[in-house]
């Protein structure tokens, strides 16, 4: 076979051919950067392009390439003849010495694609053997492999298992390691992915507009960095330590130098048009990487970096009077970090972020690699990309926030859009919602309270109880109606508070849970209404707690004994608590995080219980002293030994489970109960009864044996209190 002519050549306007590689689905962004310092592109291909360019305009592209993984140099093309044998062969015939000193280090590697299967390893031993036998027949030795940091890299490539390239790597490391960041423990985007991301985002466009920029997970600060250098249009990798072209023969050292300088201009000149860049993150380890990262890039007089979590994020005075701002950001993607049902509370937090009136005008964008995760920020993205990190192949969703100013002034006017006309009885509804949610409003605030009732059944048309849980999500709980009835006016009523509701609060309807609730009777008793087995996060007293909207008709917190579980939490502190008929365990998890020395907590349901545990576990409490067991209530008390503290007990008001083997009710069996409860009691000690029977007699009897007191006024908070559907509760000692 007639061996090619080396193409390596000094004259400065020779045009080399080159390939230069970049993450999937960003080759178009790859192009403009290739065309914009001079190349002239061959062949658009899947990951890449083949272009021709001077040495001059090689150098300006590694310099400034934002999205570029490897630029390599092609120096050999060969048909494969025998197979992988021909990759020795026409190593050791290619002339090295055009290319390399003789004591220069070199590392090899191979790729493949298209047609065959081709070992990779074998095919680099191949190219290492023909480099180093071409040596040890110039020279009498064998130059040294350096994985680690070899002079010069040569790489094989093999098309269909025909045809072969050799290429030298001009990059040496890939362009996408600008230099700046040293710690790469995090899961951080990669320099150049980042990159592609703003670009998609459309920063470069916004930033001429003055635009301000906001990560509030900012992580090791990749994107704040990227969109600096972006925004002012610096050379992405001048201060890079080495390139692979800087051992190569054909290196000018004077030109580059040359170009070198005019970089330096650029980047003087561009800081002087930096945009405000900020960046918040939840982890003091992340910031602390993202400052340092920062400083190393020479940035950090312009992009500013501090702890703030998501849910405390807020524009500053300065950011409000931007002309315009994008929010990008990289959360996790339960990949990992974190657990999936976390992570996608994380996603709604992003989403009830974004609905903040202040950002009306702004834009978000964010990237998962599951779709699923994008759809959880419970927002209608404008468009979409899709983009590699790595080996994950993620998605971006861009947002135009409007802000809710529009919408929340309409409700309060009480001017509705023509395709959203509501009944007359459907105004009255709305305007109850407005006025309940505004007296509710200094409350709520005061108290930092993020979940409550914001109707219940206030109207005889409207038999709803509805809770509002963080402001991301509602939970509609409606009462079937008699038969008496209109059942087709009855749905039109629900279908006008679901369009109301939805409008009040800026949400999406799949962030709204409807239920239709009845006395349950026999087996039904707490029965799931499905298995779609999504949780949600949201906060309580400082304590973080899982709910279900879909698959049980309670969400897994009784949101009126709010005020007990304060009270749990503030006078448990080296106390022992049992909790009887536990549910989840919430009044459990306030009495451990109060620092109690022990908490028991009993039900019969092997998963409200496995639910307790977690919620345990999502605030870090655990401790062979907070003990879960499975077992009716009354079986409990009647086989087992030991003194409590404090003891809360709020049994259902009827029940006839599997595990009894006769049907509870409160009225008939609270005595018998209470005494149970009062025998476990230390001397000093305080039993909480509670129920949601409001029809409810205490006995005499309990009333004439123990210290009793009704504390129902104070553990009815203000969204419950004269309501039907609240608690009564007592506090019981021994006489």
Known sequence: ??????????????????????????????????????????????????????????????????????????????????????????????????????????????????????????????????????????????????????????????????????????????????????????????????????????????????????????GSGTLLVEAAMIAADLPANLYRNHYGFMNWKSHDQDLWEEITDQAEEEWNKGLENLPRITGYDIDKKAIASATENVKRAGLEKYIHVEKRSLEEFSLTEAQISAPKGLIVTNPPYGVRLGEKNEIYSLYRNIGDMARDPQLKGWNLTVISNDNSLLKAIGLRHSRENKIMNGALSCFIYHYELFGSEKKKKDLDTNHQPEEQKLSNEGIQFQNRLIKRKKHLGKWLKREEISCYRLYDVDLPNFNFAIDVYENKWIHIQEYKPPVTVDMVRSEERTKEALTILKDLFSLQSNLIFLKQRRRQKGQDQYRPLGSQGERFLIREWGQRIWVNFTDYLDTGIFLDHRNIRRYLLENSSGKSMLNLFAYTCTASLMAAAGGASKVVSVDSSKTYLAWGRDNFSLNSLRSPSFIFDQSDSFKWLRSNTGFFDIIFLDPPTFSNSKSRTSVFDIQNDHCALIHLCMKKLNKDGLLIFSNNYRQFEMDKEILDEYNISEETKWTDSEDFQKKKSGHRCWFIRIK
Request: with cysteine; glycine share 6%; net charge negative.
């Open 1 to 218: 076979m007639e061996k090619q002519e080396s193409r390596i050549h000094p004259d400065k306007m020779t045009q080399y051919n080159l390939f230069a590689a970049c993450p999937l689905y960003l080759e178009d962004l790859l192009e403009e950067e290739v065309i914009q310092w001079g190349g002239c592109i061959e062949k658009r291909t899947t990951g890449g392009l083949s272009f021709t360019a001077t040495l001059e305009s090689i150098y300006k592209f590694c310099l400034h390439t934002r999205v570029a993984g490897h630029l390599l140099l092609l120096l050999h093309e060969f048909n494969l003849t025998e197979q992988l044998d021909s990759i020795s062969k026409e190593a050791m015939s290619f002339p090295w010495d055009t290319i390399m000193a003789p004591d220069a280090t070199f590392s090899c590697r191979a790729s493949a694609k298209g047609r065959g299967n081709i070992n990779q390893q074998l095919a680099t031993l191949k190219l290492k053997d023909g480099v180093a036998d071409y040596w040890r027949e110039k020279t009498g030795s064998r130059p040294d492999v350096d994985r680690q940091n070899p002079d010069i890299k040569v790489q094989v490539h093999v098309q269909d298992s025909i045809k072969g390239q050799i290429y030298l790597d001009l990059s040496g490391e890939s362009l996408s390691n600008r230099g700046y960041r040293l710690d790469s423990s995090m899961a951080a985007l990669r320099e150049n992915t980042a990159a592609g991301l703003l670009l998609r985002s459309g920063w470069k466009t916004f930033s001429r507009e003055k635009a301000i920029l906001i990560d509030p997970m900012c």
